[in-house]
């Protein structure tokens, strides 16, 4: 059973950075599936923020996140770190890391969270002033 285990987050002002990581444990092999982040805010449904596929590292990110957050992994701890600077308001929300089982090929919706099937339990990011 594969498991997630969510560290970082926290409150920043406006501007601010954060960082989360998640490391994964239980795959068989490393590498053939999909990993990242997404999120959700109070009544609004959940969305991709960034993903990273195992194998080549291929990454993905959501509209409103791009040139401001940044996913790697570390394939040697099993890990997935988001790195987001210039946190906004509306950055804010619970953050969840999630990933897929191992795949046999790509997905071509990557940033869909119904093709996740592990979650963390998640972590709180809050900006404010």
């Known amino acids: 059973q594969v498991q997630l285990v969510e560290s970082g987050g926290g409150s920043v002002q406006p501007g601010g950075s954060l960082r989360l990581s998640c490391a994964a444990s239980?795959?068989?092999?490393?590498?053939?599936?999909?990993m990242g982040w997404f999120r959700q805010a109070p009544g609004k449904e959940r969305e991709g923020v960034a993903v990273i596929y195992g194998n080549g590292g291929t990454a993905y990110y959501g509209d409103s996140v791009k040139g401001r957050f940044t996913i790697s992994q570390d394939k040697a701890k099993n890990t997935v770190t988001l790195q987001m600077n210039s946190l906004k308001p509306e950055d804010a929300a619970m953050y969840y890391c999630?990933?897929?089982?191992?795949?046999?090929?790509?997905?071509?919706?990557?940033?869909?969270?119904?093709?996740?099937?592990?979650w963390g339990q998640g972590t709180q990011v809050t900006v404010s002033s």
């Open positions: 239980g795959y068989t092999y490393y590498g053939s599936h999909y």
């Open positions: 999630a990933a897929t089982r191992g795949l046999l090929g790509l997905l071509v919706l990557p940033l869909l969270h119904t093709q996740y099937s592990y």
